[in-house]
């Protein structure tokens, strides 16, 4: 333990299972010393799992919080700050839903009170919660929010339909309210673009084991799994990246700058 977050508060969205990246982040952020309060949405909290998570982290404290309603986010940030004695320092915003996925409707015929839904819930509620964050006062100077990604929103990925929009659209926000809180409060404000990882929302993307392999096998350093990405993420909530605002980090193990790999190509004839 190294205790790169000690005195820090936080709030954690998106933990459902110990698959969930955000399980991991929580696990790591408690190791290095953060306080924090963790939420989700209430129909994800039936399982109850998420008691088990806040259990070995100091017991913290779990907030329903439906991101794509204005009273809900208003209610989590004011309990959050009473909860944690003050502002805060770090957000992750690891939520993600496409009930067109879901229901395998394809990208060229979608329905658009789904997509409206989709956008709302993975990328708008990013610029809610931030919003809420700004006109509350709610973060500290230098503080550090963080928003996971996909390289769907460079590159088009066929099976992973309106959430490649859904993720543009999350990290032009990152970029432009950044430039707004960083100017104001230097709050910093970034995404990371993690590799395919076996998660309930990953899953969920038709032909997640090809694009899995296929990712694994292009990576120089093979992809990146939910562990890893959460030490990224302590990195980018502590003071040692206090300059980095405004970008997507890919967090892919050297994907997104490779054109070819030897293992593709023979991934490519295995399958033949
Ligand atoms: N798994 C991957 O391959 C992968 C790769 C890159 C980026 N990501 C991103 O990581 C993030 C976390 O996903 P994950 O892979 O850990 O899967 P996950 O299914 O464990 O997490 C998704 C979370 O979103 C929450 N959520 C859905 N609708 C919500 C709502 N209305 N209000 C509040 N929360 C809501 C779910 O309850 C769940 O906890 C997502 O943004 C996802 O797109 C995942």
């Known amino acids: 333990m190294n205790n790169l977050l000690k005195g820090k508060k936080g709030i954690i969205f998106g933990a459902l299972n110990d698959k969930s990246i955000a399980w991991q982040v929580a696990l790591k952020c408690h190791e290095q010393g953060a306080q924090f309060v963790l939420t989700n ?4 909290m039936r399982m109850g799992e998420i008691n088990d998570l806040a259990a070995v982290c100091n017991n913290s404290k779990i907030i329903p919080c439906d991101v794509s309603k204005n009273e809900d986010m208003e209610n989590l940030i004011d309990k959050s700050m009473e909860i944690l004695g003050g502002k805060i320092d770090f957000i ?3 939520v993600g839903m496409s009930m067109n996925i879901r229901k395998g409707n394809p990208y060229t015929d979608l329905d658009y009170k789904f997509m409206h839904e989709t956008l709302d819930i993975s990328a708008i509620s990013f610029h809610r919660l931030i919003a ?4 509350k006062d709610a973060i500290n100077d230098w503080g550090s929010v963080v928003a996971l990604t996909y390289i769907a929103a460079q590159r088009v990925f066929s099976h992973y339909s309106e959430m490649a929009d859904a993720k543009s659209l999350l990290e032009s926000i990152a970029r432009s309210f950044g430039y707004h809180y960083g100017k104001t409060k230097k709050v910093r404000i970034n995404t990371i ?3 395919p990882t076996l998660t309930t929302a990953g899953s969920g993307v038709k032909g997640f084991g090809n694009f899995y392999d296929y990712a694994a ?9 939910a562990e890893q990405c959460a030490e990224y993420c302590v990195l980018m909530f502590s003071d040692l990246s206090r300059m980095v605002t405004m970008q997507n980090l890919f967090h892919d193990g050297g994907f997104s700058y490779t054109g070819f790999s030897h293992e593709v190509f023979e991934l490519a004839n295995e399958t033949k």
């Open 41 to 44: 949405a209430p129909v994800a």
């Open 92 to 94: 992750l915003h690891s």
């Open 132 to 135: 809420t964050c700004y006109k």
């Open 193 to 195: 673009s993690q590799s």
């Open 217 to 225: 096998a292009l990576s120089p350093l093979g992809n990146a799994n």
